[in-house]
């Protein structure tokens, strides 16, 4: 399935993201998905973490974390952190809306804000928190060849857990799962089957 910018605009206008409970064991949290449109070209900015950071050791990620209490809203929360992280100022990226929320097994309730960028600006990575950060073709991610998906369970749920293997890089869990609600979100104004 080829993507286009007009195809996230027309999925992010028409989405009403599906807002979970927040429970007492709750850590509020947002996560930016970074997408970069340059030419035709559209592609997604992932980042891998440390293994200095308290949680997620290691693994690849989206910029975002916990809400600051000076966070006035959870967009404010992932542009703070994405410009923590990466550098990226909030003025050059162009926020077009959530996708469902998420809650992961280490406590914390997620929501994903989609972020459009002209092109990849100069990254000033934080070395504490960020190892590396890189681009995957955001049509990479439609492909079904590309998935593989393994069943667990966790706390008495049974649970699908998708992997991604671009190039070297696994990704997986809950950054993985984000991915596949952000293409379903986009296959659903393509009448596609995802």
């Not at 970069?36 to 990620?61: F, G, P, W």
């Amino acid at each position: 399935m080829i993507i286009y910018e007009s195809d996230i605009r027309a999925a992010l206008h028409k989405n009403t993201a599906v807002k979970k409970e927040q429970k007492p064991e709750h850590t509020r949290a947002a996560v930016l998905i970074p997408v970069i449109v340059k030419d035709n070209a559209i592609e997604m900015l992932l980042t891998r973490r440390t293994d200095q950071v308290e949680h997620h050791k290691n693994q690849i990620s989206f910029p975002g974390g916990a809400v600051d209490p000076e966070d006035k809203t959870i967009v404010e929360t992932a542009l703070r952190e994405t410009e923590e992280e990466l550098g990226i100022a909030p003025e050059k990226i162009e926020v077009i809306g959530s996708i469902d929320e998420v809650t992961t097994p280490s406590g914390f309730l997620i929501t994903p804000v989609v972020g459009l960028l002209k092109q990849l600006p100069s990254l000033r990575l934080h070395r504490i928190e960020v190892e590396d950060a890189f681009t995957v073709p955001l049509d990479f991610f439609t492909g079904q060849n590309n998935v593989r998906v393994e069943h667990s369970e966790y706390e008495g749920k049974k649970h699908d857990v998708y992997f991604y293997r671009y190039e070297d890089k696994e990704i997986w869990g809950v950054t993985a799962y984000i991915i596949r609600l952000f293409i379903r979100c986009i296959a659903g104004t393509k009448k596609n089957k995802f």
